[in-house]
């Protein structure tokens, strides 16, 4: 059902902390594979990679094809889930996920829909209430800022969108897919362990 894409650069140890989060839709079948695409990572990302059984493409040369080289190699799912190092998915992301995917599927409204986890804070107390809220405001009202939460979207339109930005940075990229999209929140919701920039 869903591949999960992970862009990574010296990204070691973020990357354990946002695969533990994907055990569970891995151990129900809704996760097929997971995709490290990597741009030329120095420290162990590539160990993290092997010891969780994840393909791992790099790329050093051209950070900017990256991430099309990556959504090349997701083949046993016609869903991805791109996902940032440091996004944590909470609990039940992925019976989220299945849902929003056999509803896009079932209504044909899936060609350039894309799911979007809303962010959450885990500190306490009403200035971090504030904060939380005032990011998904701004989330919701500049699709453009979505491009670290963690998007759920067809594989198709995904590399389609990739196309028109082939030499950019990772974010101009993620931006650029984000523009060609419409946006469903979804329900469920992802925590950083480093604050998102």
Not at 150 to 162: D, N, S, T, V
Request: charge should be positive; glycine fraction near 6%.
């Amino acid at each position: 059902m869903i591949s999960a894409l992970i862009p990574a650069h010296n990204s070691e140890q973020l990357l354990v902390l946002t695969l533990s989060a994907l055990v569970p839709a891995s151990a129900e079948g809704i996760l097929k594979e997971v995709i490290i695409a990597d741009e030329g990572s120095t420290d162990g990302t590539s160990v993290v990679a092997d010891a969780c059984g994840a393909h791992f493409v790099t790329n050093a040369a051209n950070s900017g094809s990256v991430l099309t080289e990556g959504a090349q190699q997701c083949t046993r799912a016609n869903w991805i889930l791109l996902i940032q190092p440091g996004a944590i998915l909470q609990v039940g992301w992925q019976a989220e996920a299945a849902a929003f995917i056999e509803r896009a599927e079932r209504t044909n409204s899936a060609s350039n829909l894309i799911g979007v986890y809303r962010s959450r804070t885990e500190e306490f107390g009403p200035s971090a209430q504030i904060k939380e809220r005032l990011a998904n405001a701004k989330n919701r009202l500049l699709k453009s800022s979505c491009y670290q939460l963690p998007l759920l979207m067809q594989k198709q339109h995904l590399q389609q969108a990739l196309l028109s930005a082939p030499n950019a940075n990772r974010r101009q990229q993620l931006k650029k897919v984000l523009s060609a999209s419409r946006i469903h929140w979804l329900n469920g919701t992802v925590v950083f362990q480093n604050p998102m920039r």
